[in-house]
């Protein structure tokens, strides 16, 4: 391959940002040089992205095995006389008896337009020369094509910010969520507890069964607060769920003596305490159930 660079890749050893190398199944170049044409014998300087149109020729000896590739300003004169690079490549190894030939291009972190405007291939001899009043110009800076580009990287630039916004919205909304759903579903424990008999239930399993403490699973009110009929979700037991109100006057001793009272109690005429959950200002007794 013949490459028109204009980006200096230390990885690929290139020599500047501006040059002409021959490339044999690899990024780095077998040969390569920084743009230039011949004018008359003298060495004039000639630059890839200057905007202006060049004409380039890309040439292969079979029996010598030499590629040449000569470049100039579209508006030059004359061809120049001799080639800018030159290397000794054995194709034949290289490329199969049916081959595409073409053109490809690469950008990195920066962007750029380029454009082929014409071109002519031959076999076995020289290729026709291009006649430029039969080539399109040169699209003018700022040019709908161009303009259409910019406005392509813009949009694809604002997608992307926009992207990586609500990427972070739904980061922060799920956080939220698992924090704030943690919250609801905390509970208390200490050590006393351990030593304790009556079952402990997950509050997550009363809130279920209760359907969330909803109004019209209440069955009324007790010593300590509402009493709440509930159907546990694993066993699908009826349990009478008392949950201790805010407003009570009983603190947490009352409370331990009926867990430990009512838990080590059975007599036909008691309701039987099955357990007990504690949260943060939250108390709650799970009874059996017992129907009028």
Request: charge should be neutral; charged fraction near 25%; include cysteine.
């Amino acid at each position: 391959a013949v490459e028109f660079d204009t980006v200096k890749t230390v990885e690929f050893d290139d020599i500047d940002d501006n040059h002409v190398g021959i490339d044999v199944n690899d990024l780095r170049s077998v040969n390569s040089t920084t743009v230039y044409y011949l004018d008359e014998g003298e060495r004039k300087n000639l630059s890839l992205i200057s905007g202006s149109l060049l004409r380039a020729w890309v040439e292969y000896d079979g029996a010598t095995k030499r590629l040449d590739v000569t470049i100039s300003p579209a508006d030059a004169p004359r061809r120049p006389e001799a080639p800018i690079v030159s290397s000794t490549v054995d194709v034949s190894s290289l490329v199969e008896e049916k081959a595409y030939v073409g053109f490809s291009a690469s950008t990195g972190a920066a962007t750029g337009s380029h454009y082929v405007l014409g071109w002519s291939f031959r076999l076995n001899g020289r290729a026709e020369e291009l006649d430029l009043s039969k080539i399109p110009s040169l699209p003018p800076v700022g040019s709908p094509v161009q303009k259409g580009l910019r406005g392509k990287l813009l949009y694809l630039a604002i997608a992307l910010a926009l992207a990586g916004v609500v990427v972070l919205l739904l980061a922060v909304a799920v956080a939220i969520w698992v924090v704030t759903r943690r919250r609801k579903f905390a509970e208390l424990l200490e050590d006393w507890e351990h030593e304790y008999g009556p079952h402990r239930f997950p509050y997550r399993d009363l809130f279920r069964a209760t359907r969330g403490f909803s109004e019209v699973r209440v069955l009324g009110v007790g010593g300590f607060g509402q009493v709440y009929k509930g159907v546990l979700p694993s066993s699908r037991v009826e349990v009478a769920v008392k949950k201790i109100s805010h407003g009570s006057q009983q603190g947490m001793r009352e409370f331990v003596s009926e867990i430990v009272s009512m838990g080590r109690l059975r007599h036909r005429n008691l309701v039987q305490l099955l357990g007990y959950c504690r949260r943060q200002g939250e108390l709650l007794l799970v009874y059996d159930f017992m129907p009028n």
